[in-house]
């Protein structure tokens, strides 16, 4: 079936660094790819997503692309905050159930 | 505010019990979601509800039933909880347009 692999943290960065986490996916179709968010004590929100390939996602800073040919779709952020300290999580769907990777924690110091 | 509502932040209980976990939605939303989450393994669907008195199986739904009598309304039910069952559970919803998922905060159910 389908599914997203996507990079283990936990990852600490400081402020101000560059962020990127690698998510990579299998699906027989052409599924649509999010990027969804939990900061602590929370639920899931969404940052971004795609539906087709060439689409870039982009939210907060945040920017995603959805690359057909390597099937990926990393998550990027050119200067990190202490607030964007959070679960990150890639998802697809080919329908409306998600199908999450294994979540990347990351932790930012001021 | 549209939201989904988790009746319960944190629950306690006993092996063998029976458990009843809450879900509410305010958006007339057709489908709802259980997922329970755990490090390392990130979200994985235990059941889905596309409709009043419909499910479906999900990717993990041994030990676990649902009920949905009510649009508005989806509960997840542990009929005898084990340990390994120790999670933390997000119910979702959404209409047709995936991109509307709304997740609740979770319930973070400990079994001893």
């Known amino acids: 079936g389908d599914s997203v692999t996507q990079m283990e943290g936990p990852v600490t960065l400081s402020e101000e660094a560059f962020l990127t986490i690698n998510c990579t996916y299998t699906a027989t179709g052409y599924p649509s790819l999010f990027w969804y968010v939990q900061y602590p004590g929370e639920g899931l929100q969404l940052l971004l997503k795609a539906t087709k390939a060439d689409d870039k996602g982009s939210n907060k800073g945040f920017e995603a692309t959805y690359r057909k040919e390597t099937t990926s779709f990393h998550l990027e952020k050119g200067s990190v905050q202490v607030s964007d300290s959070a679960v990150y999580f890639c998802a697809l769907t080919p329908d409306y159930k998600l199908s999450f990777g294994a979540g990347t924690t990351v932790t930012v110091r001021a | 505010d549209v939201k989904v509502t988790q009746s319960s932040r944190y629950l306690v209980k006993r092996t063998g019990e029976k458990v009843f976990l809450e879900c509410v939605q305010d958006?007339?939303?057709?489908?709802m979601f259980w997922y329970r989450q755990d490090p390392g393994l990130g979200l994985r669907l235990i059941y889905f509800?596309?409709?009043?008195?419909?499910?479906e199986k999900g990717d993990i739904p041994e030990g676990y039933s649902v009920s949905r009598e009510k649009k508005e309304r989806f509960s997840l039910i542990l009929e005898s909880a084990s340990t390994n069952q120790t999670s933390m559970y997000l119910c979702?919803?959404?209409?047709?347009?995936?991109?509307?998922?709304?997740f609740g905060s979770g319930t973070r159910l400990t079994v001893v």
């Open positions: 509800s596309y409709d009043v008195k419909m499910k």
């Open positions: 958006m007339d939303h057709e489908n």
């Open positions: 979702a919803s959404t209409d047709q347009d995936v991109y509307g998922y709304t």
